[in-house]
């Protein structure tokens, strides 16, 4: 406030300097020559060393207690300082409700999030610099149509995925992609919790040139930090549910979080060619994808089934997804699938008792979060 240097700090002593009963901790059995070493002092505001240091407080702050905290300290200093230029990532987050609940994704969570990882976050790639922000949460009607009848589901869901989908297109446009274009984004981080959809529609629009990072969050404590080698291995597999001849379309079913039964399928979808990729040996459940290894082993299935497609399928014009995935895998979907070389995917969610399509990824129509919607629930 007064635009002078001044100085607000200072050295405060773990064990007191003294070994009398006035000396704050001064009893502690430390040789009295030691007491002025570096080890044993911190570096305090003035209000924080009066509360140390006052008698009140003296079995809070013990010596055990100031050492911890002055360790943790320095550890994530030296942490954070070592991490070079390579080490840098550009943060973006996208929050929107899910059944009208939202969460808590703050710039600090994110990059607390990150710097586990050994990387250091950039929150600069927009005016307000607080990173590339996707802020649904504005957009009417996500949670009215979740709770409609079929026929007004099919218009609210139109409307919500085309203003959402617009609004991701915009962003991704104006900010990351001319981060990209000028070197300025050499990484992504990329956290996000919104409808299925919509992050299968984010995904989409991540170039795969530029490494990135997506991040998962966990149900059980809220955290974003990935735990890795905590739990055991997860592999995928993709099992051929229904093999018939069935021209230009068929049908994924993507059961990872949880499991949607065959007899879900809607009607107009039934009769196709079907595949169905699923954990190996384990049940599908809303935390199993805790580590990054994972996240990386369904990422790889998902970019085999593609290649598979393009030997095995090439006549297949569009595949119908209906995913019961975590928000991490949904990125995942959109990010691998190429929109030039795969078939255009018709993502489906359930909305009012059944499934419907929502919006569409790749081919002719889709773009700028167009919504899927027919009267036959086939993509149009």
Known sequence: MSWRTLNLGEVAHIVGRGTGVRSPRGEYPLDPSLREDADNLVLLCADQHDEIDASEGLDLFTVEWLRRAKQEHED???HVTGLGPDRATTVLRMVGPVHGREVELSQQTAAAAV?????????LESYTRHG?????RGVPGESPFARSMAPQTAVAARDYYGVAGRLIDNVVERQLQPGVASDAVRHVSVFGFARLPLLVHLGSQLDDTVPTDIYQRHR???SWVWRDGDGPTVEFTTLVDQDVPSGGEAVLVVNVSGTIGMREVPVAQAGLRRWEIRPVGVPTGPDIMRDRGCLERFTAEL?????????DAKTLARLHVLPAVPMSAAIALGRVHHPQVHPQLVVYERLAGSYVATLTVGGAGAGAGTAAL???GRGV
Request: charged share 35%; proline share 3%.
């Open 374 to 376: 027919g009267s036959s």
């Open 220 to 222: 059980e404590d809220e």
């Open 76 to 78: 994530r200093i030296l």
């Open 115 to 123: 710097v586990a990882r050994d990387r250091y976050p950039l929150f």
């Open 132 to 136: 590339i922000e996707i802020d649904l």
């Open 303 to 311: 970019r085999g089934f593609f290649a598979g497609l393009e030997v």
